[in-house]
């Protein structure tokens, strides 16, 4: 019997250690707001998603250079996106980055046509 009751005692006691304090419990979580992201995308190089006839010229852009890019458009929008903060961070390969960025294993780009693609963001979404 003796163990049985370690048992139970180490049990309680861990179930206690679990529980918070009525402080812990009072304070709120810390939140992330709209702002805390757009601070870090436009830190990071990533720029505003465009809209109205920002995004009809952006997405006209790129699909001069494979219409079938843009099937998704919100998806063309955030690789975009996120290929702007490559050209800006002034990384390597990057006609190959934008390449893979926009294609995919059913439609792979060339570098070529992602040479083209980072002439067509610097042109639209995200200028130097």
């Not at 006209?60 to 099937?71: E, R, S």
């Not at 996120?82 to 439609?107: H, I, T, V, Y």
Request: glycine share 6%; with cysteine; net charge negative.
């Amino acid at each position: 019997m003796r163990p049985a009751r370690i048992l139970i005692a180490a049990a309680t006691l861990l179930a206690l250690s679990a529980c918070s304090t009525e402080e812990d419990a009072a304070k709120p979580a810390p939140k992330e707001t709209t702002a805390d992201y757009a601070a870090a995308e436009k830190a990071a190089g990533i720029p505003p998603a465009p809209t109205g006839d920002a995004r009809d010229a952006y997405l006209d852009a790129i699909a001069a250079v494979d219409p079938q890019i843009i099937a998704d458009e919100e998806k063309a929008i955030d690789a975009g996106r996120n290929q702007c903060a490559s050209l800006k961070g002034g990384g390597k390969k990057l006609d190959w980055a934008a390449a893979q960025r926009f294609g995919n294993d059913a439609r792979p780009l060339t570098d070529e046509q992602g040479k083209a693609l980072n002439a067509a963001l610097r042109a639209t979404l995200c200028p130097k």
